[in-house]
């Protein structure tokens, strides 16, 4: 990863550099949102609800699955 530096001696993130910061800070605010879930009581749920809260639950760790494959 290299960070470009710019006048005045400042430092820039470079383009690379910026993308994995984003997808570092969108993978914490994952986590704390599914913590907060998690945390929520699901008996306010309909069947129908909950039957898609499973299904995109299973999405979403299918997707992080393959991230930390990447990673």
Same mark, same amino acid.
Not at 8 to 19: A, E, I, M, Q
Not at 32 to 57: I, K, Y
Not at 62 to 71: C, S
């Given at each position: 990863?290299?960070?470009?530096?710019? %006048?005045?001696?400042?430092?820039?993130?470079?383009?690379?550099?910026?993308?994995?910061?984003?997808?570092?800070?969108?993978?914490?605010?994952?986590?704390?949102?599914?913590?907060?879930?998690?945390?929520?009581?699901?008996?306010?749920?309909?069947?129908?609800?909950?039957?898609?809260?499973?299904?995109?639950?299973?999405?979403?760790?299918?997707?992080?699955?393959?991230?930390? %494959?990447?990673?």
């Amino acid at each position: 990863m290299s960070i470009s530096i710019v %006048a005045l001696g400042r430092r820039k993130v470079s383009y690379p550099r910026s993308k994995i910061v984003l997808m570092l800070v969108q993978v914490q605010q994952l986590g704390d949102d599914a913590a907060v879930l998690a945390a929520a009581p699901l008996w306010q749920l309909t069947d129908a609800d909950l039957t898609d809260a499973l299904r995109l639950a299973r999405q979403a760790e299918q997707a992080l699955l393959v991230l930390q %494959a990447r990673l």
